[in-house]
């Protein structure tokens, strides 16, 4: 069993930058892919970025390419997830997610089992 809590959500300017915690409990951390995902009011959950068990493997969604940047640290259990020059539509609850069922970085959302509760990220204009 894996339990995921994230932190370092908050309000910041457009341009700005916020980074993500992911912090997980349970001893199999290492061997699972992570995901980030991101759910703005009235839209669907929508991937954000992946990293596999070894961090060798990412992928990203086209809207934070260049922007956004997902990284681990095993030894400490914890996932990051660096974003910088935000944009208002990166409005959103963030969520982090691990897959015990999928190899590589996946991206879709069905691939993940364990889901933290969420962080909000709110960018202002």
């Known amino acids: 069993q894996v339990h995921l809590v994230e932190s370092g959500g908050g309000l910041v300017q457009a341009g700005g930058s916020l980074r993500l915690s992911c912090a997980a409990s349970?001893?199999?951390?290492?061997?699972?892919?992570m995901g980030w995902f991101r759910q703005a009011p009235g839209k669907e959950r929508e991937f954000v970025t992946a990293?596999?068990?070894?961090?060798?493997?990412?992928g990203y969604a086209d809207s934070v390419k260049g922007r956004f940047t997902i990284s681990r640290d095993n030894a400490k259990k914890t996932g990051y997830l660096q974003m910088n020059s935000l944009k208002p539509e990166d409005t959103a609850v963030y969520y982090c997610?691990?897959?015990?069922?999928?190899?590589?970085?996946?991206?879709?959302?069905?691939?993940?089992?364990?889901w933290g509760q969420g962080t909000q990220v709110t960018v202002s204009s």
């Open positions: 997610a691990m897959s015990s069922i999928a190899a590589g970085a996946p991206i879709a959302s069905a691939a993940y089992n364990y």
């Open positions: 990293i596999n068990w070894s961090g060798r493997s990412t």
């Open positions: 349970g001893r199999t951390f290492s061997s699972y892919a």
